[in-house]
C-alpha cells in the first residue's frame, strides 16, 4: 500500500479534509461539485489514503493533550481496552501481510454499491482478500460478545447454511456472536466480510488472528476504513458498526443484551433502510433483552435460516450450492465424519451434544457437517435433535 504522502495533492488534500467534515466533502461530491476528475479517478483512494497518513503525521507533531479532529471529522481521543484476549499459553499468529493489501475509493468500480447508498459512508476502504465480495448480497449476522453456548451455534448454523448458499455472511469480528457467525461461513467454505475497528496492521482481538488466517485462504474478506498504522480506539467500533449494516440486505442480531453495540448495528440498518432481524431467547436471560425489544419495534422473528431468506426475499439472489457439494454431503468413504454422522441419527433423535460425545469430535467439526446434510435434505432438525429424513 504506497501511500504517496510527499505529493502536493496528498497534502492539499489532507489540509482539506482536515478543514471539512467528511459529510461535507461527501455532499459535495454527491452533488457533483467535487468530481473523480479533480482528484483523479485511480488516484482519488491514493490520495485519501496519503491524507490520512499525512493528517497521523501533523497529530503526532502536534502531540497536543486535547481532542483532535481527523479526517473523518471526529474525536480521536480515547484508548481501547488492552487486547487480553490472548492467552498467556498461545502463541500469535502473524499478521497479515500488508503488501497483499488493497484501497477502493469512492470513484472505484469496486467501491461497494450498497455503502453508497448511507448517510455516512467512507471515502475509501482498506482491504485484503477478494474484492468481489463487497459488490455481492450480504448479511449482516451480530450480537454479543458474552454470549451463550446455544446463541454462538445458531449464529454458526445461520452462517454457514447462508454462505453455502452463496449469500455473503458480515461481521465484526469481535468475540462472541461475530467470531461465531465467521466461523460458520469459513467452515463450509462460502463467501463472507470481516469489518474491523482498527487498522489492518493490528488485528483486534488477537485471539482472532487465527480466524482471520482462516477467513483469508478461504478467500473471504477483511476491510476497514482506518489505515493500516491505526490501533483500535473504543469509537472505532461503533462507527465501524454502520459499515457492517451497511454492506448489507438486512441486519440478523442472534443475541443482544439492552446495551448491546449490537443494537446499534440494527440501529443503523433502519436508518439505512435495510432489513432488521432478531433471534428471541429465554424471557430472563440477559443477553435476549436487546433481541427482544427489536422485536417489539417491529424487527422480523428469526429461528432458522428460512426466515433470513423469507424477509429478506433472498430467494431470485441464491446461487446454487457450491461445486461438490451435493457429494460432500452425500459422503463418499464409509469412514468419513458424514457417514458417521447419518449413521448415528438412523432411527432416534440426538442433540448435538449427544452427537459429540457418541463421535468423539469438536463442535466446530460437525455444525458444519450438519448444516450441509440438513440443506441436502439428508436429517432433519427437530425441537428435540437431529434425525435421519425420512
Not at 455516512?120 to 477478494?130: A, E
Not at 474484492?131 to 454458526?156: D, Y
Not at 435460516?305 to 457450491?322: A, F, M, N, W
Request: proline letters at 7%.
Amino acid at each position: 500500500m504506497q501511500s504517496g504522502t510527499d505529493s502536493p495533492s496528498a497534502k492539499r488534500l489532507a489540509q482539506f479534509l482536515s478543514l471539512v467534515p467528511r459529510r461535507i466533502l461527501l455532499q459535495l461530491i454527491r452533488e457533483g461539485t467535487v468530481d473523480e476528475d479533480q482528484f483523479g479517478r485511480p488516484d482519488f483512494a491514493r490520495q485519501v489514503a496519503a491524507a490520512h497518513t499525512e493528517w497521523a503525521k501533523l497529530r503526532s507533531a502536534r502531540k497536543t493533550s486535547g481532542k483532535i479532529r481527523g479526517p473523518a471529522g471526529r474525536h480521536t481521543s480515547g484508548k481501547v481496552q488492552p487486547d487480553k484476549t490472548m492467552g498467556t499459553g498461545e502463541r500469535p499468529v502473524h499478521p497479515p501481510d500488508l503488501t497483499r493489501g488493497w484501497r477502493v475509493g469512492w470513484f472505484d468500480s469496486a467501491f461497494p454499491p450498497l455503502l453508497k447508498e448511507i448517510p455516512d459512508p467512507p471515502l475509501v476502504l482498506y482491504g485484503l482478500g477478494n474484492t468481489k465480495l463487497l459488490s455481492r448480497p450480504g448479511v449482516a449476522i451480530v450480537g454479543a460478545r458474552r454470549s451463550t453456548r446455544q446463541g454462538r451455534e445458531l449464529a454458526q448454523h445461520i452462517a454457514g447454511q447462508l454462505a453455502t448458499r452463496g449469500v455473503t455472511v458480515v461481521s465484526g469480528l469481535a468475540l462472541g456472536i461475530d467470531g461465531a457467525a465467521h466461523r460458520g461461513a469459513v467452515a463450509v467454505g462460502g463467501p463472507t466480510i470481516a469489518v474491523l475497528g482498527s487498522g489492518l496492521g493490528h488485528i483486534y482481538p488477537a485471539a482472532h488472528q487465527l480466524l482471520v488466517k482462516q477467513l483469508l485462504d478461504r478467500d473471504g474478506t477483511v476491510i476497514s476504513e482506518y489505515p493500516p498504522h491505526l490501533t483500535p480506539r473504543p469509537h472505532h467500533f461503533l462507527e465501524r458498526n454502520r459499515l457492517i449494516s451497511g454492506l448489507c440486505l438486512g441486519t440478523l442480531v442472534v443475541e443482544a443484551g439492552d446495551k448491546s453495540g449490537s443494537l446499534r448495528t440494527a440501529s443503523y440498518a433502519g436508518e439505512q433502510g435495510r432489513e432488521v432481524m432478531a433471534v428471541p431467547g429465554p424471557v430472563a436471560s440477559p443477553v435476549s433483552q436487546g433481541c427482544h425489544r427489536l422485536i417489539q419495534q417491529g424487527a422480523a422473528l428469526v429461528t432458522n435460516v428460512e426466515d433470513v431468506i423469507d424477509t429478506l426475499t433472498l430467494d431470485g439472489l441464491l446461487s446454487i450450492p457450491r461445486p461438490g457439494f451435493y457429494a460432500a454431503a452425500g459422503g463418499a468413504g464409509q469412514n468419513s465424519l458424514t457417514d458417521k454422522i447419518k449413521q448415528a441419527l438412523r432411527g432416534y433423535p440426538k442433540t448435538v451434544d449427544e452427537l459429540m460425545l457418541d463421535l468423539a469430535v469438536e463442535r466446530e467439526e460437525i455444525l458444519p457437517l450438519l448444516a450441509e446434510l440438513e440443506l441436502a435434505g439428508i436429517v432433519v432438525q427437530g425441537s428435540v435433535g437431529y434425525i435421519a429424513a425420512p
